[in-house]
């Protein structure tokens, strides 16, 4: 006879564990201490199986039926009911275990690190990441709703931090569509917060523009009296139009100076396309005094701590400081304005030169590593070019751009 809530809760311990029936190979087993636990008898084959539905009355007379038919079709589609609830421990263990953290740091190791991004660029993750940490990092990834990470980038905003909420966001997104790929989440929440953040104004890193400054900005370069090694950062920078981050990591081992070429690996570039520098002849000059001095091996600016690490990330921008530049007249970024924005002024260089000579351009990496593209040609006539008018300007001469015919 089926059972009955009253029937069930009539039923009471004895010495030893008993068995009531239900129907279909429910039943119900009450134990010694009293406690009533669900279970399914069920055939595999030849062999008599049971599965366990939980415990009266937290588990309910029409929850334990309803978990009995949904065995009964897992058995009818050749599945085994045991097997299926053991696999769903194992996967809810692992998902509670998947916090957003925990997948973050992976994240971070496994993509970024493996596969050779920028130490700037990772940097940067893990401050993402400290940002975010208190309030999600410790929740489990596939349980984490839009509100929770908006909660924490709304508090960024309120500081007037725009990009970093922004950036944030982001990186938030990334996390969650890398725990999507590796099963830890079905979805990336931040999609849904995209027009909830307000929207950074854009921003311009401080560049000198005007030839008489620059030229003034060189003299003070020349008359620096910091860390040598900062010093040749400083004399180099204006010349190579590179980002300060690729001129701080640049290695010996990506120069060829007979050639007169720095080949910069796509790990190290912003858009992960491999560069191709053409060196003047006075940067040539430079990295061979610098070689001499220093030795041609690893960082060609280590920092001053240790040699295994590239100089400090505001090395450049703090030098500046100490010369009496202020960080709203020149930044180590800004050297590329100053190159892009003077160069197009004076009409001998195509604009798709300059912009490649920015590595804005190809996104052939091959091209990128060997130099045979095209451009290659003028931009190695501007590169010279470039370096005598820096020289001109520093000496007090050619101030104004004359423009080709």
């Known amino acids: 006879m089926p059972l009955t809530d009253t029937r069930l809760r009539a039923l009471k311990p004895k ?3 008993y068995k009531v029936a239900d129907e279909r190979g429910l039943y119900i087993e009450v134990t010694p201490a009293g406690g009533k636990h669900w279970r399914f008898r069920y055939r595999i084959g030849k ?3 049971k599965v366990s539905l939980g415990s009266y009355p937290v588990v309910s007379l029409k929850d334990a039926r309803e978990a ?5 079709q897992t ?7 045991a097997v299926e609830k053991r696999k ?16 973050a740091r992976e994240y971070i190791e496994q993509i970024m690190v493996q596969n050779g991004r920028a130490e700037a660029t990772i940097v940067k993750a893990n401050y993402f990441l400290d940002k975010l940490a208190p309030a999600i990092g410790n929740r489990p990834i596939h349980e984490i709703e839009p509100f929770e990470v908006l909660a924490p980038l709304k508090r960024l905003e309120a500081t007037g931090k725009h990009e970093t909420a922004k950036k944030c966001r982001s990186f938030a997104g990334r996390v969650f569509r890398y725990g999507v790929a590796t099963t830890r989440c079905k979805s990336d929440p931040t999609s849904l917060l995209k027009g909830a953040l307000i929207t950074p104004k854009p921003t311009h890193y401080a560049a000198i523009l005007d030839p008489e400054k620059l030229g003034g900005l060189l003299r003070a370069i020349d008359d620096f009296e910091g860390y040598t090694l900062t010093k040749f950062a400083l004399k180099i920078a204006p010349h190579v139009f590179v980002r300060p981050g690729e001129l701080r990591h640049a290695d010996w081992a990506e120069f060829d100076l007979d050639e007169g070429v720095w080949r910069i690996p796509a790990g190290k570039m912003k858009a992960r396309r491999a560069h191709a520098v053409p060196l003047s002849k006075q940067v040539i000059s430079l990295f061979e005094e610098l ?3 220093m030795g041609k091996s690893g960082y060609v600016f ?9 100089m400090s990330e505001n090395a450049l921008n703090a030098a ?12 180590a970024h800004g050297l590329r304005a100053t190159a892009s924005t003077l160069l197009n002024e004076s009409g001998k260089w195509s604009s798709d030169a300059i912009e490649r000579a920015l590595a804005h351009g190809d996104s052939n990496a091959i091209r990128g590593v060997y130099h045979r593209g095209k451009h290659w040609s003028e931009r190695v006539k501007m590169s010279q070019w470039w370096s005598d008018y820096l020289d001109s300007l520093k000496l007090g001469g050619d101030l104004v751009l004359l423009k080709a015919s």
């Open 15 to 17: 010495a030893k564990p």
């Open 68 to 72: 009995a038919i949904e065995a009964r």
């Open 88 to 103: 769903q421990k194992i996967r809810d263990e692992f998902l509670s275990a998947s916090t957003f953290e925990a997948v």
């Open 320 to 331: 500046f400081r100490r010369m009496g530049f202020s960080k709203e007249e020149v930044t």
């Open 291 to 293: 070689g001499t001095m």
């Open 302 to 310: 280590p920092s001053a701590r240790s040699g295994l690490r590239p």
């Open 75 to 81: 058995i009818a589609s050749g599945g085994d009911p």
């Open 47 to 49: 062999a008599q199986k």
